[in-house]
């Protein structure tokens, strides 16, 4: 780690495909500020990427990366992370890749609190199939393949993270480059699983959850009265509230990471080579 990082040392020479506007050029830019600014450099930043519009990032991201399997990037984040606990370990995606075909693994990766971070770039659609519903889609939100909208309520990612008994959740504005970054970084910094939703507009394929909507929509906890440490007042947030809040809507400062609660901090390159004499008697007895 280098405390001379600049957020630019994490961009790398691919130039990013998204259309001019998309709001995953705002998200993608404080993911970089908040980890310079963490003192992480990109010899030690993992990240792990979904498939969609903002599955792109570890491309133009200039750290260690993997682009694998649609719904599979939390998986395979926390396998780095346990290989080796000494890197940076950044997830990202879309709500699509996060809260439809990976939630079964969103819920897992939440309760079991690895030390890590999880950006979502939630744009309310499947931009990269262009423009179908997604589960945090509107009820009434039309689409080519949803003529008269989903017709189900849309899933609130927040109220399944605190259900899953997260330690860290927060929402971001991509837009709001000096409040996303701050809070990204208060995500790296936690003791555990650093969750942050990102509205992150569709520009191309999503009319309704605009720039201009957010903007008149989003109450920032900074402003009210709001302690993140109350579990209470953030069930209430998340639960009843206006859903468009953004900041760290709550954070358990007790966390311990799975771990370190484990005693499973060692870096598997220091484990010998072979296995021990007693796993290979276990195998003996079975053939
Ligand atoms: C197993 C599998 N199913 C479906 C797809 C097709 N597919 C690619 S991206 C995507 C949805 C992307 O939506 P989201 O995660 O919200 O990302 P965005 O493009 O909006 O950033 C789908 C359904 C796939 N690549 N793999
Ligand atoms: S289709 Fe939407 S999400 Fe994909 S790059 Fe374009 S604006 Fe961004
Ligand atoms: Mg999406």
Redesign the pocket.
């Known amino acids: 780690m280098s405390s001379d990082v600049r957020f630019t040392d994490f961009k790398s020479d691919k130039q990013p495909t998204w259309c001019p506007g998309c709001g995953?050029f705002g998200t993608m830019n404080g993911m970089m500020k908040a980890l310079a600014e963490t003192g992480n450099d990109p010899d030690n930043t993992f990240v792990v990427a979904?498939?969609?519009?903002?599955?792109?990032i570890g491309t133009y991201m200039h750290s260690y990366a993997l682009h694998g399997?649609?719904?599979r990037a939390l998986p395979v984040g926390i396998g780095v992370k346990m290989a080796n606990p000494e890197l940076e370990v950044m997830v990202a995606?879309?709500?699509?890749?996060?809260?439809?075909?990976?939630a079964g693994h969103f819920v897992h990766a939440v309760r079991r609190n690895v030390d890590m971070s999880y950006v979502v770039?939630?744009?309310?659609?499947?931009?990269?199939?262009k423009g179908?519903a997604?589960p945090?889609s509107r009820e009434d939100f039309e689409t080519a393949t949803t003529p008269e909208g989903p017709k189900q309520p849309p899933v609130n990612p927040l109220a399944l993270a605190l259900a899953s008994g997260a330690t860290f959740i927060a929402q971001t504005f991509s837009s709001d480059s000096q409040r996303h970054t701050e809070v990204v970084r208060k995500a790296i910094e936690h003791d555990g699983f650093g969750f942050v939703n990102v509205y992150?507009p569709?520009v191309t394929?999503n009319d309704v959850d605009t720039y201009d909507y957010w903007r008149d929509s989003i109450v920032d906890l900074s402003e009210v009265d709001h302690d993140p440490t109350d579990y209470e007042a953030a069930q209430e947030r998340i639960m009843t509230g206006d859903r468009e809040h953004i900041g760290v809507i709550y954070q358990d400062e007790g966390s311990v990471p799975f771990e370190e609660r484990e005693g499973l901090e060692d870096p598997m390159y220091e484990i010998p080579d072979g296995a021990p004499e007693d796993a290979m008697d276990l195998v003996r007895e079975f053939y």
């Open positions: 995953d979904g498939i969609g519009c903002s599955g792109k399997v649609h719904g995606g879309g709500d699509g890749d996060g809260y439809s075909i990976g770039m939630d744009n309310r659609i499947y931009g990269l199939t179908q997604s945090t992150s569709c394929f």
